[in-house]
């Protein structure tokens, strides 16, 4: 495939993308974030260039995701030092190698994060959009390629909140 980008880490994980099919499938209709304007899409601009470190950012970009646009984004909860931030972002191409993404218990499917960074927290996971629940974006055309699944859980620290003078709840 031409516009296969070669292998390229990010965190533990080792990924060849399709840079033309990830550009294609960012913003897509049909997913949660597609024209959102909620206050969190609107900001998530702003906070997607400076909460991630340029170890995660730089290996992202150059995947082809837009980091301003992810396909979920969602507050799941409050702590003493922030807010918890679910960002959920799609690329198309090949896993090569990475840990184990999840583990079938007697409470069903359980996703496993690998840490990034202990302050503000920052973990991921990545896996094939197979393995999900979820059925957007869709990857319309025929590949030898598959939909991945980038899936970060974000603090985002109360002090960077109130600089910015957002209103989350």
């Not at 079938?104 to 302050?119: A, P």
Request: glycine share 4%; charged share 20%; with cysteine.
């Amino acid at each position: 495939m031409k516009n296969r980008r070669p292998t390229i880490p990010i965190a533990d994980w080792k990924l060849a993308t399709d840079l033309k099919l990830t550009r294609e499938i960012q913003n897509q209709p049909g997913t949660p974030t597609y024209n959102c304007n909620c206050t969190w899409c609107q900001n998530w601009r702003y906070y997607s260039e400076i909460i991630f470190p340029e170890t995660i950012q730089q290996p992202i970009k150059r995947i082809g995701v837009a980091l301003a646009k992810p396909t979920e984004l969602y507050q799941y909860k409050i702590n003493k030092n922030g807010v918890d931030v679910r960002a959920i972002y799609h690329a198309i191409g090949k896993i090569l190698e990475g840990p184990i993404h999840q583990q079938h218990t007697d409470l069903g499917k359980s996703l496993f994060y690998t840490t990034v960074r202990e302050q503000p927290h920052l973990a991921l996971t990545i896996l094939p959009q197979s393995h999900s629940q979820e059925e957007a974006p869709i990857l319309k055309t025929r590949s030898n390629s598959e939909l991945i699944r980038i899936d970060l859980r974000i603090e985002i620290p109360h002090e960077l909140l109130k600089n910015q003078q957002a209103l989350f709840t």
